[in-house]
């Protein structure tokens, strides 16, 4: 390794904020290490052997955590007659019936989950449980870069040091990204707020569940409205998905006019995911406090109600990753009864102006 290098080597390691530059290995001018380590090979992928296998209608396929029917990927004659094959001949190609093999099982999962690719993917079959369970092979890993003519962005010193840019981007630990420029005279390291040849990311959620009827938040708000009349205290409720369908459920809590804390877990259905943590804030505006910011740091949706008396209460909703909240609209989880379908009035009576068709009819 030349001086320069070693300089400029450990020019980038200062930005880790150690006293002194971690090793980054032997380069091919200095002498191989004498420490003794672990040496990791590649992993040679493990042959494929075309063994006939005795399936069955009952056999399962288990993968990603599911139980998957064979059938769901061969038929009952595909099961009792066998695949097409072609056969070589001298004189030409000729086909013939041929058992299923654990190749042809994982060329048809293939089609649902390209990930069990032949190169990767090793079919183990279990006998006793009439069970096959495909296998990803472990590859060898690599930090990860992106290089460019004039910028790299990396995720390891090393790739920098070894693949020089002159624009240098990492991500942190800190969360944020961070702009390495190299001159003549002097290596920078700032924050940045862009980063070039990666796509724009904007900040959301998507929900995948069905929206959060109607009827389960206006269930919530009678209940709010009751004691926020009876006793002006706030109280507590929770959502939940059963796989087909929403349902509140209150649990035991100790109330007051400023907080609400629950005294008893959901534990009826072990199979029902929370979706939900719904709090009313009784007269006051809907708004989450220093308490709900200490109390509410799971990735899942928090409510909260405000003004519960009004004819029409206030809601906020929001979610939290990693200590940092997102604001989300209710529109986006709750079912609205004031959805935009179509009216059944008659409605010639009502004129638009300034419309580029002008008096034209809301109704046509």
């Known amino acids: ?13 200062s930005f880790l904020g150690e006293e002194n530059p971690q090793p980054l290995g032997e380069s091919k001018n200095t002498k191989p290490s004498q420490k003794k380590g672990k ?33 769901d990927y061969f038929t009952n004659d595909e ?42 993917t090793h079919m183990s079959w279990i006998k006793e449980k009439n069970l096959i369970v495909p296998i990803l092979q472990a590859r060898k890993k690599g930090a990860g870069m992106k290089l ?26 800190d ?15 700032t924050k940045t707020n862009h980063v070039p040849d990666l ?7 998507r929900f995948k569940l069905p929206k959060i009827e109607w009827d389960i938040l206006s269930e919530f708000m009678k209940i709010s409205r009751y004691y926020a009349m009876q006793y002006e205290t706030e109280v507590h409720g929770e959502v939940y998905w059963n796989g087909t369908r929403y349902f ?10 400023e907080w609400v804390e629950p005294t008893e877990i959901f534990t009826q259905d072990e199979q029902a995911i929370k979706v939900m943590e719904i709090h ?5 505006n809907a708004y989450f406090s220093e308490q709900d910011n200490e109390s509410e740091q799971a990735p899942i949706l928090y409510a909260v109600v405000g003004r519960v008396t009004d004819f029409l209460p206030q809601i906020q909703v929001r979610t939290c990753l990693n200590g940092t909240y997102l604001a989300v609209d209710p529109k986006e989880v709750f079912d609205s009864p004031f959805g935009a379908s179509s009216v059944s009035y008659e409605l010639e009576q009502i004129k638009v102006k300034g419309d580029s068709n002008d008096d034209r009819s809301a109704a046509e």
Request: aromatic share 6%.
């Open 1 to 13: 390794m030349t001086k320069k290098m070693e300089v400029y080597q450990e020019t980038l390691f």
């Open 39 to 71: 040496v990791t090979k590649p992993v040679t992928p493990i042959p494929k052997k075309e063994e006939p296998i005795e399936l069955n209608e009952n056999t399962i396929i288990r993968y990603g955590g599911e139980n998957i029917p064979l059938t």
């Open 79 to 120: 099961f009792k007659i066998g695949l097409v094959g072609k056969v070589s001949t001298e004189e030409n190609e000729e086909e013939e019936l041929r058992p299923i093999t654990a190749d042809d099982i994982r060329k048809r999962l293939e089609q649902d989950f390209a990930e069990l690719t032949e190169e990767l």
């Open 148 to 173: 460019g003519r004039r910028h790299g962005i990396y995720l390891d010193i090393q790739d920098a040091v070894e693949h020089k840019r002159t624009h240098m981007f990492f991500p942190a630990s």
């Open 175 to 189: 969360g944020n990204v961070y702009h390495i420029r190299e001159t003549e005279c002097l290596t920078i390291c």
């Open 199 to 205: 796509p724009n990311l904007k900040e959301g959620i």
């Open 248 to 257: 509140l459920f209150i649990p035991k809590q100790e109330v007051s006019k």
């Open 280 to 284: 009313s804030h009784n007269l006051m």
